[in-house]
T-cell receptor, first 107, second 114 residues
Framework: LAKTTQPISMDSYEGQEVNITCSHN???????ITWYQQFPSQGPRFIIQ???TKVTNEVASLFIPADRKSSTLSLPRVSLSDTAVYYC????????FGTGTRLKVLA | DAMVIQNPRYQVTQFGKPVTLSCSQT?????MYWYQQKSSQAPKLLFH???????NEADTPDNFQSRRPNTSFCFLDIRSPGLGDAAMYLC?????????????FGSGTQLSVL
């Protein structure tokens, strides 16, 4: 099964761009990379998904290099409300969470 | 509109007293998952159903069982809860289309064991 590795925690200030990297060395050929955000006492929620190159939506961008062994979630101009745990997942039908990255946004 | 609904939001049980957590979905998804999440840890997959096919994780204790009577509902049964089973239990669904699918999570049930 695909296993992901992320930094345990990151701090940032409001208004800054935050980049969170994820390593997925064993990603399968057909697997997508999906990022989720989780607030305390809530279920994770979908942020963004991609297969290769760059994907952008209204909340984030996702950069995936050609070898697909890593990905970077980019959050532009974070606010205090972006303080959460961010998880990257890959797989098919069965999804194993890595440690996630605990992002703390400071005023 | 809630798409994956978990009841109850908070559940208190006694040590050794069986407890059942429920999950329902309005997405008509093929796959339903149960995750256990302890404080400050990542969600841990317990098992999942693809339609009626049950897939248990190798390290899921026998104390945890699941039932999926139909597409919409899935239950988590803990036969004899121990203090170590206190956690948030998350239900999730996916379409089952394979690559490129997304997980949809409920709000979770916070289980306390006294």
């Amino acid at each position: 099964l695909a296993k992901t590795t992320q930094p345990i925690s990151m701090d940032s200030y409001e208004g800054q761009e935050v980049n969170i990297t994820c390593s997925h060395n064993n990603i399968a050929t057909n697997d997508y990379i999906t990022w989720y955000q989780q607030f305390p006492s809530q279920g994770p929620r979908f942020i963004i998904q991609g297969y290769k190159t760059k994907v952008t939506n209204e909340v984030a961008s996702l950069f995936i290099p050609a070898d697909r062994k890593s990905s970077t979630l980019s959050l532009p101009r974070v606010s205090l409300s972006d303080t959460a745990v961010y998880y990257c997942l890959s797989g098919t039908y069965k999804y194993i969470f890595g440690t996630g990255t605990r992002l703390k946004v400071l005023a | 509109d809630a798409m994956v609904i978990q009841n109850p939001r908070y559940q208190v049980t006694q040590f050794g007293k069986p407890v059942t957590l429920s999950c329902s979905q309005t997405l008509n998804h093929n796959v339903m998952y149960w995750y256990q999440q302890k404080s400050s840890q990542a969600p841990k997959l317990l098992f999942h159903y693809y339609d009626k096919d049950f897939n248990n994780e190798a390290d899921t204790p026998d104390n945890f069982q699941s039932r999926r009577p139909n597409t919409s509902f899935c239950f988590l049964d803990i036969r004899s809860p121990g203090l170590g089973d206190a956690a948030m239990y998350l239900c999730a669904t996916s379409s089952g289309q394979g690559s490129g699918e997304k997980l949809f999570f409920g709000s979770g049930t916070q289980l306390s064991v006294l």
